[in-house]
């Protein structure tokens, strides 16, 4: 084979890439990439087991001075660590207050208390340093840890496909509700905050089903026993079984409906603890790299060119490139379908353009 014939081969696959590239930027993966794994991660995810170290307590309307007393009976029971994912910006009546921030300070003093608070996004999200949310008052006993979540809103109102576990904004950390929660549990984290810097695809074990669940008024009013709730991770906030409350709630890859969504599906509490069992139990959704992606192509288009060259008649050479462009295809689905059930994400989008792009191509070719 002639040099030019291998540059002109060469110079080829360089425009599939680019190309591929260039109409998959025209689609953002929150407008509809996204939707592919959402369909994949729906259907063929292995079900997961239920978390049993994470307890979540949704508070509804409980009022200050009756979440007070929940926290007091927690605390009867000695768990790991608790999670508070709401904020108390706004002061109510000083006896209120004053048994709300009672109940946080004799809480921490012997089991970790973590508040959630915010970034300030006049910075970029990852640079972005955490600000309080909360009345000093009820944040002088406790830790605090942001709870904001990644969003698309131009392409996918409220809707959490990511997560970023924390930022660094001057040379401090600044942790995520979750991470925080994480490290003190398990310190040995710390060694591998490296690999979860960024913004990370979340891999979700589950909804309310996933976790241990039980209603703060119940605890309250109803005497439910929680002496189970012994050395488990606590996460209280708003999860309204029935979904009648719809503050702080989001669209997961786990919605009932695929497209288009009308209902959103996941409260933010649960959001947090699926990051938080994936960072315990080390189970990050892992990413193939782009150059992978690129020999992909490369191999996929060697054998659309080797496929047509040695056959004599364009009729032959047009049919096996259409077989062959079809199974190609079929593959990276069905290689998309494997991985994201084992937890790998696949960034299938450009593939998908370049084998079509490729066929094409080698179509224009084959048929000159």
């Given at each position: 084979?002639?040099?030019?014939?291998?540059?002109?081969?060469?110079?080829?696959?360089?425009?599939?890439?680019?190309?591929?590239?260039?109409?998959?930027?025209?689609?953002?993966?929150?407008?509809?990439?996204?939707?592919?794994?959402?369909?994949?991660?729906?259907?063929?995810?292995?079900?997961?087991?239920?978390?049993?170290?994470?307890v979540i307590i949704d508070l509804g309307q409980l009022r200050r001075e009756e979440l007070a007393r929940l926290l007091l009976r927690l605390k009867e029971v000695s768990p790991k660590i608790i999670g508070i994912d709401a904020i108390f910006p706004y002061p109510h009546t000083p006896h209120q207050d004053s048994l709300w921030r009672a109940a946080l300070c004799q809480t921490s003093a012997t089991i970790p208390v973590v508040l959630a608070s915010t970034l300030d996004l006049k910075h970029p999200l990852l640079e972005a340093p955490r600000q309080s949310v909360s009345l000093p008052a009820f944040t002088d006993c406790t830790e605090e840890?942001?709870?904001?979540?990644?969003?698309?809103?131009?392409?996918?109102?409220?809707?959490?496909?990511?997560?970023?576990?924390?930022?660094?904004?001057?040379?401090?950390?600044?942790?995520?509700?979750?991470?925080?929660?994480?490290?003190?549990?398990?310190?040995?984290?710390?060694?591998?905050?490296?690999?979860?810097?960024?913004?990370?695809?979340?891999?979700?074990?589950?909804?309310?089903?996933?976790?241990?669940?039980?209603?703060?008024?119940?605890?309250?009013?109803d005497s439910l026993p929680i002496n189970w709730m012994r050395d488990k991770i606590i996460l209280i906030g708003l999860a309204d079984p029935l979904r009648q409350t719809l503050e702080d709630i989001f669209f997961t890859p786990l919605n009932p409906k695929l497209f288009p969504r009308d209902f959103p599906d996941m409260y933010g509490?649960?959001?947090?603890?699926?990051?938080?069992?994936?960072?315990?139990?080390?189970?990050?959704?892992?990413?193939?790299?782009?150059?992978?992606?690129?020999?992909?192509?490369?191999?996929?288009?060697?054998?659309?060119?080797?496929?047509?060259?040695?056959?004599?008649?364009r009729w032959q050479r047009w049919l096996a490139l259409r077989i062959l462009q079809l199974i190609f295809l079929t593959l990276a689905v069905a290689m998309t379908v494997v991985l994201v059930s084992h937890g790998v994400w696949l960034p299938v989008e450009p593939l998908l353009w370049g084998i079509l792009i490729s066929g094409e191509i080698e179509l224009l070719q084959a048929m000159a």
């Open positions: 084979m002639r040099i030019a014939s291998i540059l002109w081969i060469l110079t080829r696959i360089l425009i599939v890439i680019i190309l591929a590239y260039s109409i998959n930027s025209f689609f953002p993966p929150q407008a509809w990439g996204w939707r592919v794994h959402d369909l994949m991660y729906r259907y063929f995810r292995s079900t997961q087991s239920i978390d049993t170290q994470i840890a942001y709870a904001n979540m990644v969003l698309y809103e131009d392409y996918a109102p409220k809707t959490v496909w990511e997560f970023f576990p924390y930022t660094v904004s001057q040379g401090d950390t600044h942790y995520s509700l979750a991470l925080r929660l994480a490290l003190a549990l398990q310190s040995s984290l710390r060694s591998r905050l490296s690999e979860w810097s960024g913004i990370q695809p979340l891999l979700y074990r589950g909804n309310l089903n996933a976790f241990y669940f039980a209603s703060g008024y119940e605890i309250l009013y509490v649960v959001i947090h603890a699926n990051i938080l069992s994936m960072l315990l139990h080390n189970e990050p959704f892992l990413r193939v790299g782009e150059g992978w992606i690129f020999l992909m192509m490369v191999v996929i288009h060697a054998g659309l060119i080797g496929t047509w060259m040695y056959l004599p008649r």
